[in-house]
């Protein structure tokens, strides 16, 4: 079992910067994969960032490579995620998701994670 809480998101500017947090328990923190995945209002929950299961790799949607950075301390059992120059069509719910057991063993994929926290709402402004 694991479980996931978010904070951290807020309203911001566009241009601005926001960091959210994801803190773990239950199980082991560096002995499952991790990932951040956002949902607008009337979209799917769509992928954002990704450590691989040996935690050497990362993995960047498209939309925010260059701009997010996800990082990892496991020291404090807590998952980042770092947005800068922010826009708004950033704006969505963010949630953290784990992987602790392979299923299609593509980071990328929704459903390749089995626990999920509650989300932590980003609104960027215009």
């Known amino acids: 079992q694991v479980q996931l809480v978010e904070s951290g998101g807020g309203l911001v500017q566009a241009g601005g910067s926001l960091r959210l947090s994801c803190a773990a328990s239950?199980?082991?923190?560096?002995?499952?994969?991790m990932a951040w995945f956002r949902q607008a209002p009337g979209k799917e929950r769509e992928f954002v960032a990704a450590?691989?299961?040996?935690?050497?790799?990362?993995y960047y949607a498209d939309s925010v490579k260059g701009r997010f950075t996800i990082s990892r301390d496991n020291a404090k059992n807590t998952l980042y995620l770092q947005m800068n120059s922010l826009k708004p069509e950033d704006t969505a719910i963010y949630y953290c998701?784990?992987?602790?057991?392979?299923?299609?063993?593509?980071?990328?994929?929704?459903?390749?994670?089995?626990?999920w926290g509650q989300g932590t709402q980003v609104t960027v402004s215009s």
């Open positions: 239950g199980r082991t923190f560096n002995s499952y994969a």
């Open positions: 450590f691989s299961w040996s935690g050497d790799s990362t």
């Open positions: 998701a784990a992987d602790t057991a392979v299923v299609s063993g593509n980071p990328t994929f929704v459903y390749e994670y089995d626990y």
